[in-house]
Every structure is written in C-alpha cells, then in structure tokens.
C-alpha cells in the first residue's frame, strides 16, 4: 500500500496527460520519506466515458476524484500533510485546464482499519 485510483471524465483524456499525473503521484508518496513504501505504491486510471456533472446541462463540465487507500497505522498528522502534498500536486498538474474549463478536482483518503490481503515480493528491490 498505498493504491491510487484516478477516476477521470473522458472529455480531459486528450489534454489531462493522466500518465503524467500517475508518476508524479507516485513521485510525492515517495517523497514522504518512507512514511509509504516504495515497493507498495500502486496507481491506475479509469476513463470515466458515462457521467454527469451537476445538472447535465454544463457543456464541457469535467471532473477528476483521486482515491487514496493505505493501511492503518500512521500518525494523523503526518497523513494530513502528505494529503495536502499530494493534492497540491494535482492542482498543480490540472492548472492550465482549471483555467480554461469548468473542472471539480478532489481527493479522499481510506485507511484499513480491517486485515488486508497481500502478497508483493517488489519490497525485495527497494531493500
């Protein structure tokens, strides 16, 4: 752990480069200093092509909701300052487009607080 799940709406696939943005997330858990391990990190996307944003009516209306799962265990501050890094890096990656179009951008955190099931021999490399 942790996952991440971008979910986004088609109408941003073309100038969201939402490639970029996996890496980068990636990038800022990482820089959180071992507070998630590396060989842990798991991001994806999923292309939202049937939505609807606030009345339906808006005539380019965009959104992108970041999911962040972790496992229990890290001091409540130190979790609320890698959120607020990690969702400053998303504003900053959908800046230009925030500029341009109607977008909702936000975040949520879930931390397990029951067992997980997991087998991930990738640790192994970052030893």
């Known amino acids: 752990m942790p996952h991440i799940i971008v979910e986004y709406t088609e109408n941003l696939k073309e100038e969201g480069n939402i490639p970029a943005l996996l890496q980068k997330i990636n990038e800022s858990l990482i820089a959180e200093g071992g507070l998630f391990p590396v060989g842990g990190i798991r991001s994806r996307a999923i292309c939202l092509q049937d939505f609807v944003v606030a ?70 490399r970052y030893r």
């Not at 009345?55 to 890290?74: M, N, P, Q, T, Y």
């Not at 890094?85 to 341009?100: D, M, N």
Request: proline fraction near 1%.
């Open 55 to 124: 009345d339906g009516k808006g005539e380019d209306d965009a959104f992108v909701h970041v999911s962040l799962k972790i496992g229990s265990g890290r001091p409540e501050d130190a979790k609320k300052a890698a959120c607020e890094r990690l969702f400053a890096v998303i504003e900053e990656h959908f800046q230009h487009l925030f500029q341009k179009r109607y977008l909702a951008l936000s975040m949520e955190l879930f931390e397990f607080t029951h067992a997980t099931y997991k087998k991930n021999n990738i640790h192994e």
